[in-house]
């Protein structure tokens, strides 16, 4: 079984550009969550889709973040423009429907904005 | 805000040694896992145990659970280099009617010398 998909690996961009990643979560998964992950930190949510719909969001800076999950699918986070403190690993994850404890995550994107 | 917090922040043992890690909580959760990150990369789930147990095991893994206490510890026996990763603890509580939420503690740093 394919594992979630998330590319880039790595990204560099310079404070105020824009950038995006994308996600492909497991086949049959409902669930997807974007998490960003400080260095030393553990995973904080940033957002959670069900489906197309929005589950949770409550911790997405929205006045630079944005994130779409068309067709119940693929996903993509953007973040526009970005700031120093946006450097961060960005996690995504998938899950069956209302299975929210047995998550599977990809490998993520590194961020360093300078 | 996290919910887990993990203690001790880093922890260097001998190879063959037995490494514990303790999880502390604040609210009420359906369940507790442990997930298990190498550098680099995304996060691998190790273990759950529900509000309802006590203690489980896997292979060399022992997690316990005290819900009086709201605390949760991790015991990796006969330790190996390959275990040198970051550990973090995770809890699951209830957000919606239907859906709980994941929130991670911010990590503990084992390193295994060989």
């Known amino acids: 079984e394919a594992g979630v998909a998330q590319s880039p690996r790595y990204k560099i961009i310079e404070k105020r550009q824009s950038v995006a990643f994308w996600c492909n979560p497991i086949?049959?998964?409902?669930?997807l969550y974007w998490y960003q992950q400080i260095l030393g930190q553990g995973p904080k949510l940033l957002i959670q889709?069900?489906?197309?719909?929005?589950?949770?969001d409550s911790q997405l800076p929205k006045d630079r973040f944005s994130a779409e999950r068309l067709k119940g699918v693929d996903s993509t986070l953007k973040i526009q423009p970005a700031k120093l403190e946006d450097s961060a690993v960005y996690l995504c994850a998938s899950s069956l429907e209302y299975r929210e404890y047995e998550q599977y995550f990809g490998p993520g994107t590194r961020l360093t904005v300078t | 805000s996290q919910q887990g917090e993990e203690d001790p922040q880093a922890l260097s043992i001998q190879e063959g040694e037995n490494a514990t890690m303790n999880c502390s909580y604040k609210t009420s959760i359906n369940n507790l896992q442990w997930y298990r990150q190498n550098s680099g990369r995304g996060l691998v789930h190790l273990i759950l145990?529900?509000?309802?147990?006590r203690e489980k095991h896997s292979g060399r893994l022992r997690v316990t659970l005290d819900t009086s206490k709201k605390s949760s510890s991790l015991l990796i026996t006969a330790s190996r280099a390959a275990d040198t990763a970051s550990y973090f603890c995770a809890t699951d509580r209830q957000y919606t009617g239907a859906n709980s939420k994941l929130t991670f503690g911010k990590g503990i740093t084992l390193s295994v010398r060989p």
């Open positions: 145990i529900r509000s309802n147990e």
């Open positions: 889709f069900q489906n197309n719909g929005v589950v949770d």
């Open positions: 086949s049959g998964h409902a669930t």
